[in-house]
């Protein structure tokens, strides 16, 4: 921020421009102003180079964009002090080792000799990225607080749909004058049902039927899923059959469900939605804490006799 000049404003495109000579706050400033001065050392060179919304008289005046070839820099005594001063980034570190996709996590760090109110940047990269080159998925800009900096990510899932290979993430920390540091990895779950399906697609009634049901990073945690068990429409009371919980304790789990159905449940059932074959078509509802979730089951034909 450009907090005083030694000659009248001077504005490029409408926005202030800072001159040799200049008083400005930078971001690193932590409140303070007007104790900084900019200084531009350097030879000052026209390139060919035109961008949108230049001004194009301004260009023709000044033979070209005018580039400094050196580095500008803004120097005080204490920013000498502070660049020269120990400083470093320690104990990087992820609010928990293991996550569902799109739950928030907690990325920190410690800092020892880092001016308080100083930017520190977090930059998240998947697991094997080479951050000299590769490009991180995203930055986060933290301030050093009491020695400890922090920001807030919500974890993502890159894989595509059928990726079957863990999604782990590690983030770097940088601040001025220090050691870019890196953290360990975090996992990041997608845990989802990936099939549902009958091993007959017909039995007669007073059989038991075997359910198939295929998972994806669902069985580390073990979750217990409702099975809801339906004849045509979820929606209808008169459609419901049966419900039965189940433990996703593995990738692939069977499970059997008997069809002995007494005979108020058979006339319920028969008066609404008994086909022209006095069949029922039974499908699956699987549900996690209330919620469904997302399967393609198919149905199995029940043989009522009728």
Request: hydrophobic share 30%; with cysteine.
């Amino acid at each position: 921020m450009i907090t005083g000049s030694n000659i009248k404003a001077i504005n490029i495109n409408g926005n202030p421009a800072a001159v040799l000579g200049s008083t400005v706050s930078t971001c690193d400033d932590a409140g303070q102003s007007d104790h900084c001065t900019v200084v531009a050392p350097g030879t000052v060179i026209t390139f060919p180079i035109q961008y949108p919304g230049q001004d194009q008289e301004q260009y023709k005046r000044d033979g070209g964009l005018p580039i400094n070839v050196s580095n500008p820099a803004v120097y005080t005594p204490e920013d000498i002090a502070y660049r020269d001063q120990p400083k470093s980034l320690t104990a990087l570190q992820w609010s928990a080792s293991e996550v569902n996709k799109g739950d928030e996590v907690t990325l920190s760090c410690s800092t020892s000799g880092v001016r308080e109110g100083a930017g520190v940047m977090f930059s998240i990269y998947p697991e094997g990225a080479d951050t000299a080159t590769d490009p991180p998925l995203m930055d986060i800009r933290g301030k050093n607080k009491g020695s400890r900096a922090e920001v807030k990510w919500i974890a993502k899932d890159i894989r595509k749909p059928d990726g079957d290979q863990p999604m782990k993430w590690f983030f770097t920390a940088w601040t001025l004058y220090c050691q870019k540091e890196e953290s360990g990895v975090i996992q990041v779950l997608n845990p989802r049902i990936t099939d549902v399906s009958w091993k007959k697609k017909s039995c007669f009634l007073g059989e038991k039927a075997e359910l198939t049901i295929k998972s994806f990073e669902m069985s580390n945690k073990s979750p217990t899923i409702s099975i809801e068990l339906w004849e045509e429409d979820e929606n209808s009371p008169d459609d419901f059959v049966l419900t039965q919980e189940e433990k996703i304790d593995s990738d692939e789990i069977s499970v059997t469900i008997p069809f002995d159905f007494s005979q108020e449940e058979l006339e319920r059932l028969s008066d609404f939605d008994m086909d022209t074959e006095g069949d029922l078509e039974i499908f699956p509802v699987l549900k996690y804490q209330d919620e469904k979730l997302d399967t393609k089951p198919g149905i199995v034909r029940i043989k009522t006799g009728a």
